[in-house]
C-alpha cells in the first residue's frame, strides 16, 4: 500500500503530508528492479489516481509499472449492486472504461473485486447484489456481466480468489474457500475461462482484446445499454465489439454500429445456458453488417442480447 510509504499520515480521505524519503525508495526499488529484471512490472495498491505513481522514474515519477485502478473498481460495482435498473449510469460506466494512467490503459489494474472491496464491512460482488443469497439469479448474472466488462476493458485484469465460482459472504483470510462451489457452478467457472481465452485472443480471432484502443462508440442510458470497440491494428480477427446490458429486460433487434460490413460472429453470449441453468439462453446470433454508417463507425447490424449480458463480436481474418 504505497500511500502510506509516501506519505507522513494516510488516513482514510486524507493524503497527508508528502514524504520525500517514501517517493526516492520506491523510485530506487523500481529502477533496480527494471536493471535487473527487464520486461518485469511492478504493481502499486495506492487507490488515489495518481498519475505520478506510474510515471517514469527518469521524469519524477515512482516508476512503477501498473497501479490498481479506483476510476474503474468503485463506480462499477456500485451499477452492479444497484438494485434499480433506473438509476444505473452508462455514463458512469463509459467513464470506467475510458480511463487510463499517463495515457496508457496497461498503466491500471482492473478489477471488481480485492481483499480491500470484500472485507471491513463490505462484501463480494455477488452477496451485495442478494445478500439472503449470493448464487441468486441475479447476483450470477450482474456479477459475470462484471466480469465480462473487466475482461474486455483494456488494461490488466485481476480476479480475486473465489468470485469465478460465486464465494459469497465477506472475505476472512482465515476462512478457506468452498472449493465444492467450483463444481456446482462449473458453467460459471468456464464462463470466466472462455472470456479469458478472448482476451488472451487464444483463437486468433480478437487480438483487439489485447490492444491498448477502445472506443465507447454507444451510451444509452434510456435503454441501459452499451456499446464499445477495441482493437489493435484495425481490421478482421482484430476489430472486437462488446455490447453490454445493464438491465432487467432483454432488447431485440437492437442496430448499433460496427467497424466493417460484413459477417460479425458471435464469440461469446453471458447468457448462455451452458454457463447457468438459470440463464435465458437468449437467441442471440452473429450479425450481418450492412454498409450503413452509425455510432461513428462504417456500417451497423441488428443484434439482440438477453437481460444483464454481454455479446463479443469479431470477424475472421
Not at 74 to 83: A, K, M
Not at 97 to 116: A, G, I, K, M, Q
Not at 221 to 239: H, M, N, S
Not at 250 to 265: A, D, F, I, S, T
Amino acid at each position: 500500500m504505497t500511500l502510506y510509504m509516501r506519505t507522513v499520515k494516510g488516513d482514510e480521505g486524507d493524503e497527508g503530508d508528502a514524504l520525500e524519503d517514501g517517493w526516492s525508495l520506491m523510485r530506487w526499488i523500481n529502477e533496480e528492479i527494471a536493471d535487473r529484471f527487464p520486461g518485469r512490472i511492478t504493481i502499486a495498491e495506492d487507490l488515489r489516481s495518481k498519475e505520478a505513481i506510474t510515471e517514469r522514474a527518469e521524469d519524477g515519477g515512482a516508476g512503477f509499472g501498473a497501479q490498481w485502478d479506483a476510476e474503474f473498481v468503485h463506480p462499477i460495482r456500485e451499477v452492479l449492486i444497484e438494485p434499480d435498473d433506473g438509476q444505473r449510469d452508462m455514463q458512469v460506466v463509459a467513464r470506467a472504461l475510458l480511463h487510463s494512467y499517463n495515457d496508457d490503459p496497461f498503466r491500471r489494474v482492473v478489477y471488481t473485486e480485492s481483499h480491500d472491496e470484500v472485507a471491513n464491512g463490505k462484501a463480494r460482488v455477488v452477496h451485495e447484489i442478494v445478500p439472503d443469497d449470493p448464487t441468486h439469479w441475479a447476483a450470477q448474472k450482474r456479477s459475470t456481466l462484471g466480469a465480462a466488462l473487466m475482461l474486455t476493458a483494456p488494461g490488466i485484469p485481476m480476479l480475486f480468489q473465489g468470485q469465478e465460482f460465486l464465494q459469497g459472504e465477506w472475505f476472512q483470510d482465515t476462512v478457506p474457500l468452498d472449493w465444492d462451489l467450483s463444481e456446482e457452478y462449473r458453467g460459471i467457472v468456464r464462463l470466466y475461462r472462455d472470456l479469458i481465452r478472448l482476451r488472451l485472443d487464444a483463437q486468433g480471432v480478437t487480438a483487439g482484446l489485447t490492444g491498448r484502443n477502445i472506443v465507447v462508440t454507444r451510451i444509452d442510458d434510456e435503454q441501459k445499454l452499451i456499446a464499445f470497440r477495441r482493437w489493435q491494428d484495425g481490421g478482421a480477427g482484430d476489430d472486437v465489439m462488446v455490447i453490454a446490458n445493464f438491465a432487467h429486460e432483454p432488447r431485440e433487434g437492437y442496430r448499433v454500429g460496427l467497424p466493417e460490413q460484413g459477417l460479425w460472429k458471435l464469440r461469446l453470449n453471458t447468457d448462455w445456458k451452458g454457463y447457468s441453468d438459470g440463464f435465458g439462453d437468449f437467441a442471440s446470433h452473429d450479425v450481418e453488417a450492412a454498409d450503413e454508417q452509425m455510432d461513428g463507425l462504417a456500417a451497423s447490424g441488428a443484434v439482440s442480447i438477453g437481460a444483464y449480458s454481454v455479446l463479443i463480436f469479431s470477424m475472421d481474418r
